[in-house]
């Protein structure tokens, strides 16, 4: 039987030189030991784990505190709806019964006013006493019933017309007054009974619903 040929090793030859066939053994058993598959070898198990994927971007609308998919909904603010006076400064004759009293007793008609204006946080007693105070103590009851035709504006949207409020009511206070009264009175807040009269009427102009006897009930003998 002939030898079998056998293809000699390459440090039997004699121009094997190891200084240039380390580098390609050593690259060999790298890749023995981490196949070049795109990912990394389980330990364990030997078997390579792929690569993790990239994270998604979820676009919460600005949002990033809030879950995927949840929107807040905010209520949209109240905003007084501009409008004007329904009457004007000087149709005091529109109401004689109460351009009388104002021309007598303007601390009563302010006190009126202011009490429905702040919705019963103050009493017509007490704004019309002191009213009259910084009246005799001063002489200018304006610098006081001015705060009042402001708020006033502010509660029903109305413009600073046909002056600024502190002009308006240092020139024309009895008709400013009689004016602001008029404003209420048409708006359905009726000053001369009071905060307490007007949520009264309020209440009992609303329907009331009638409750339903309850079905299926029996009377028991």
Partial sequence: MGRPDRSPSPRMNNNYNPIFHAPEEKQVQ???KHPNNGGRVDQPSGVPM???GQPTNINTGGMGSQPYGVQMVRPPPVINQPSNWTSGLFDCMHDGENAIITFCFPFVTFGQIAEVVDEGATSCGTSGMLYGLICCLFGIPCIYSCTFRAKLRNK???PDAPAPDWITHCFCE???LCQ???ELKNRGL???IGWIGNVQKQRMGQPQEMMAPPMGQRMMG
Avoid: I, K, N, T
């Fill in 30 to 32: 790298a890749e023995q």
């Fill in 174 to 176: 009895y008709c400013a």
């Fill in 190 to 192: 009726d000053p001369s």
């Fill in 50 to 52: 792929g690569r993790p």
């Fill in 180 to 182: 602001e009264y008029r």
């Fill in 156 to 158: 029903y949207g109305l």
